[in-house]
């Protein structure tokens, strides 16, 4: 329970400032002069504090200069009289996160005081969020800790001391590169090169050249010689990514090489030794092409020495806060606090399946920083496909005329997938009580199947 200081020498003000602020589930402390509210700062944790501007002794607009300078992580909502908005302003710009002006209304007090402790939330969110970066398992951009990348970290650790072969599968964004660069400059070759080689963006008259390199005079064009991929990454790692889209003729070529290591430059008639080792990476299924013909099962073996199956980023979803932070970090404008997601937006990504995994979230959330219009990002910031659930669901058009029923229903939906049927949660979403959703449900006739 969160904890707010109310400093007023109004004792009718005093009273109605700390029954609201218990209503909304605030530990309540009172003062009546600055001198006991700095008293009480020193000797409890304060969360908030509600003042007064024209509190007697030093006054609230010092009382906020104390509290910024010593106390910077506490929010402060201060109440000014009528008349006196310059003062409020004043206020707010040394740190007040909202003004109320005197004499004020209740819905209006429990309202903002409602935003400053949500506020709060989010932000001890946002620090706790932190510090898990900054003491995560992996290695620079490898972040979570779900049970699954436990595993991978713990691989990663294993195989990066050794040289054999490691072959990692994954779903296109899973970060397969991330990953191959951990084992790389985790191991003792970290202080060599790490090379990485687009196979799928080779155009198949160049893959032998871009790999084996080529001697002056070897085809038209070749003004000089040219060292191939596989010498650059002499002594370091050569991480070949989407080696399913190898040409076929070229994975005997290939074989050869991490066999005998040693390559043959293209127009020479001599070998060139290479230690180098072979980090692969792939979205296929090896197994099901080494079946179907398209790719040689003798250099699937020998790639397949050790194999790091990285998660689809929608059976890791515990993992999406800690990336999520990451990105807003990493988009944050320099010089300005970092934005934060609010609850409706963490529901959508969390409720989303998410096809293009961590790259997918990452463009996901440049665009909600780019865009947004504060500090406090919601739903509506996200790509509209994200406002609409998971892939599948049908987005209505705007021509479409649909009656308050079937939108309501839909919502309803909506709101029970997010969060995995719990109808506690679900109503808490829609802003209704869980007997209102029990007989909406009924009216409806929503299955609990359909969810």
């Not at 409602?114 to 932000?123: S, T």
């Not at 779903?171 to 196979?199: M, Q, W, Y």
């Not at 010089?335 to 399946?353: F, H, K, N, Q, S």
């Amino acid at each position: 329970m969160a904890t707010v200081l109310i400093v007023d020498d109004e004792d009718a003000a005093l009273r109605l400032c700390s029954d609201i602020a218990a209503e909304v589930g605030l530990r309540v402390r009172t003062a009546t002069t600055t001198e006991q509210a700095l008293e009480i700062l020193d000797e409890l944790p304060v969360d908030m504090v509600i003042t007064d501007l024209r509190v007697p002794e030093l006054g609230g607009l010092e009382l906020l200069r104390r509290l910024r300078e010593h106390y910077p992580g506490v929010a402060v909502l201060v109440l000014t009289q009528y008349g006196t908005i310059q003062t409020a302003v004043e206020a707010t710009r040394l740190g007040a996160a909202d003004y109320v002006t005197k004499p004020f209304h209740i819905d209006e007090l429990r309202r903002k005081l409602q935003r400053v402790v949500h506020e709060q939330q989010l932000d001890q969110e946002n620090r706790v969020l932190r510090e898990q970066l900054r003491t995560r398992p992996g290695y620079k951009e490898l972040i979570g800790t779900s049970p699954k990348m436990q595993r991978v970290y713990r691989l990663i650790e294993k195989v990066s001391q050794h040289s054999y072969p490691v072959l990692i599968l994954g779903e296109s964004g899973t970060g397969k590169e991330l990953v191959a660069r951990s084992i790389h400059f985790s191991g003792s070759r970290k202080n060599k090169p790490f090379v990485p080689v687009d196979c799928s963006a080779l155009a198949p008259t160049l893959v032998e050249s871009e790999l084996f390199g080529y001697v002056k005079g070897a085809f038209t064009g070749a003004m000089h010689n040219k060292q191939g991929m596989f010498e650059s990454a002499d002594q370091g790692t050569l991480f070949l990514d989407e080696i399913g889209n190898l040409p076929t003729d070229m994975q005997a070529k290939l074989l050869r090489a991490v066999q005998e290591r040693e390559v043959k430059p293209v127009g020479s008639t001599e070998r060139v030794s290479v230690s180098v080792r072979i980090i692969a990476a792939t979205n296929r299924d090896l197994e099901i092409a080494v079946r179907d013909g398209d790719f040689r099962q003798d250099l699937f073996f020998r790639l397949n020495v050790v194999q790091i199956k990285l998660p689809p980023l929608r059976e890791r979803k515990s993992d999406i806060p800690l990336l999520v932070q990451a990105f807003l970090d990493k988009f944050a404008d320099p010089g300005r606090p970092t934005p934060v997601l609010a609850e409706d937006a963490i529901a959508r990504l969390t409720a989303y399946d998410w096809p293009g995994n961590i790259r997918e979230l990452e463009n996901a959330i440049e665009r909600a920083v780019a865009l947004g219009s504060g500090p406090i990002l919601h739903s509506g910031d996200l790509p509209s496909n994200l406002q609409y659930g998971s892939p599948g669901e049908r987005i209505p058009s705007p021509d479409e005329v649909t009656t308050l029923e079937e939108m309501e229903r839909r919502a309803i939906l909506r709101a029970l997938r997010e969060t995995n049927g719990d109808k506690l949660v679900a109503a808490r979403l829609l802003g209704i009580g869980k007997t209102t959703l029990y007989r909406k449900l009924k009216q409806y006739r929503v299955d609990e199947g359909a969810v």
